[in-house]
């Protein structure tokens, strides 16, 4: 085990832990697990799904003839970047 500290140098001591990281990550990844980027957009999406559940309810309750088809833009489902051929 390399003993590295503040002192010694901090990019040594950078460069060491990012490398772990990498590795930590490449692990975790071989073994079927997401990465950090898709499980934060997975959670995002179950959050505004969750809330737009709450906002038709809350709809219905307050009209039962409300119109669910249009609502909030914050609880819209996300523009997908387009592709560039």
Not at 15 to 37: C, I, T
Not at 51 to 70: G, Q
């Amino acid at each position: 085990m390399w003993l590295l500290t503040a002192r010694a140098g901090s990019k040594a001591l950078a460069a060491r832990n990012r490398l772990g990281g990498l590795h930590r990550a490449a692990f975790w990844r071989a073994l079927g697990f997401p990465n950090l980027v898709r499980a934060r957009a997975a959670l995002a999406n179950k959050v505004r799904l969750r809330r737009l559940e709450e906002w038709k309810r809350e709809e219905l309750r307050r009209t039962p003839y409300a119109l669910l088809d249009d609502p909030p833009p914050e609880l819209r489902a996300p523009a997908k970047p387009r592709r560039r051929n």
